[in-house]
Nanobody, 128 residues
Framework: EVQLQASGGGLVQSGGSLRLSCVAS????????VAWFRQAPGKEREGVSC?????????YYTDSVKGRFAISADSFKNTVYLQMNNLKPEDTAVYYC????????????????????WGKGTQVTVSS
């Protein structure tokens, strides 16, 4: 059974940092891409970042987080991380990880339609 478990959310002050983890199981980790999405209250779901495991050079970010967030993968632990630095109140959202195809345009465009499995979210709240 394919499972994705996100964790690491919490409450942090503006300018602070958090590291989210997404532990994957039930599939060959290196054969897929893993992405992070977020959804704030009243807003549409937004693609945040994607990594095509295990190609460390294939990392993608939405413009609003470039230079602040960093995605990485540990194939030994079947885990994808999202290091979030210099957090802003507008980063407040529920963050989800999802599995997608390793090749093609889905990961570079962080496209939700291309993801086939989703984990439960983890809440990130940034206070001003």
């Amino acid at each position: 059974e394919v499972q994705l478990q996100a964790s690491g959310g919490g409450l942090v002050q503006s300018g602070g940092s958090l590291r989210l983890s997404c532990v994957a199981s039930g599939f060959t980790f290196d054969d897929y891409a893993v992405a992070w999405f977020r959804q704030a209250p009243g807003k549409e779901r937004e693609g945040v970042s994607c990594i095509s495991v295990p190609d460390d050079s294939s990392k993608y970010y939405t413009d609003s987080v470039k230079g602040r967030f960093a995605i990485s993968a540990d194939s030994f632990k079947n885990t994808v991380y999202l290091q979030m630095n210099n957090l802003k109140p507008e980063d407040t959202a529920v963050y989800y990880c999802a599995r997608g195809p390793r090749f093609g345009s889905v990961c570079p465009t962080i496209a939700a339609y291309g993801m086939d499995y989703w984990g439960k979210g983890t809440q990130v709240t940034v206070s001003s």
